[in-house]
């Protein structure tokens, strides 16, 4: 009787990156310290200026989360009471969150179900003479179909705010993916492509007026200190974090190519699973996989989890509950039934980029044991 316990698959492992670079990230963190400046100091402006040029916009400012980056991309955009701003039901609540946080009123449109993300098709009908701005959020790392979402938002005159918090480096035909609104949010939180060692987020866009309302909301709505002009917030990524993040910048295109090639091998090993639905993009889409996400269908996939579970191997659900099923919706009696499939169905992947094939391995090899237990189960 072998007695082992299962060996234990992380998530995501974030020590190999850090490992890697532990000299570079100590000597930042320490000069920062030593340096005595800790909030809006040099980093905080080398970073924005390194993010601008990566990404080739004209503007990054650096504020505390990435649902700041939301709300006060949206404020600067002039959404606030009264206003409609039309966004997927899959996603994380802080999307819809940075709306009600502006006093506006998110408005759910179904997802495509074979890229998660919203269905393009359908957002011309949810505009009302309310409607102020359209929230695509390219979920998991995949870009959002853009080219449709901004002639529609071109002809009914609608800003777009591209919540790009899971698809740092991600790619449309080439271009990046928070260039294409009128501004985008980005997030720093631990986990995402880049992360940081806590909290962290920005706005990006190419508008001046707005980068300038922007950078005044941030610091408490003051252009100039205590001769405040609008009632902001106090939302500025700390110079640590700042220092931590430009350590880790130069490095994330070959980091979401690491995330990239783990994929490829899930790709090709589980095409044949019975029970396994994968999302492959055509090559126009340049997917940085926060998350590997597949479909468990014809069983019950909180069984497959548990079962994933009972074998060493974490995974996560993002999102059980479609926002417009949440109980702060409960008025609204919407169905959207793509997202609510997809909720019952969705199933995230340990992947890191540094993971290496005989651990993607193992983590399939346990999906196909835990597939044929739920079938047991379910028979």
């Given at each position: 009787m072998n007695n082992e316990a299962p060996r234990s698959i992380p998530i995501l492992d974030v020590r190999p990156e850090i490992e890697a670079i532990w000299d570079e990230l100590m000597s930042a963190i320490q000069k920062v310290v030593r340096d005595g400046q800790f909030i809006m100091g040099p980093n905080v402006k080398s970073f924005e200026e390194e993010v601008a040029t990566y990404l080739g916009v004209r503007h990054a400012i650096a504020v505390n989360s990435g649902t700041d980056a939301l709300v006060i991309g949206l404020r600067a955009l002039g959404v606030g009471p009264g206003d409609e701003v039309i966004t997927t039901p899959l996603t994380f609540f802080a999307t819809a969150e940075a709306v009600h946080s502006v006093g506006a009123t998110p408005v759910f449109v179904d997802i495509d179900p074979e890229s998660f993300n919203i269905d393009v098709s359908q957002v011309e009908a949810a505009i009302t003479e309310r409607t102020k701005a359209i929230i695509p959020v390219h979920l998991y790392g995949r870009p959002c179909e853009m080219d449709t979402l901004l002639?529609?938002?071109?002809?009914y005159h609608l800003n777009v705010v591209e919540d790009a918090a899971q698809a740092f480096g991600a790619m449309l035909r080439g271009q990046k993916v928070g260039t294409f609104g009128d501004v985008a949010a980005l997030s720093f939180f631990p986990s995402k492509n880049l992360g940081g060692f806590g909290d962290g987020g920005m706005i990006v866009t190419n508008r001046d007026e707005v980068a300038d309302v922007a950078r005044a909301l941030r610091v408490h709505g003051s252009r100039r200190k205590y001769y405040n002009e609008l009632v902001g917030y106090n939302s500025r990524l700390d110079e640590i974090q700042a220092a931590i993040l430009r350590v880790k910048l130069p490095r994330l295109d070959a980091s979401n190519d690491g995330r990239r090639r783990v994929a490829a091998w899930y790709n090709e090993l589980l095409q044949d699973v019975r029970g396994v639905k994968v999302s492959i993009p055509n090559e126009d889409v340049h997917h940085v996989y926060?998350?590997?996400?597949?479909?468990?269908?014809?069983?019950?996939?909180d069984l497959v989890q548990a079962r994933l579970r009972d074998r060493g191997i974490s995974t996560m659900v993002y999102y059980p509950v479609p926002l417009h099923k949440l109980a702060v919706y409960s008025g609204r009696n919407l169905h959207l039934?793509?997202?609510?499939?997809?909720?019952?169905?969705?199933?995230?992947?340990?992947?890191?980029?540094?993971?290496?094939?005989?651990?993607?391995?193992?983590?399939?090899?346990?999906?196909?044991?835990?597939?044929?237990?739920?079938?047991?189960?379910?028979?």
């Open positions: 002639s529609i938002a071109r002809k926060h998350q590997y996400t597949i479909r468990i269908t014809g069983v019950n996939r039934p793509h997202s609510e499939t997809a909720a019952a169905q969705v199933l995230s992947l340990p992947i890191w980029p540094q993971m290496t094939r005989e651990t993607v391995e193992t983590v399939v090899t346990a999906l196909r044991e835990a597939l044929d237990d739920a079938q047991l189960g379910n028979d």
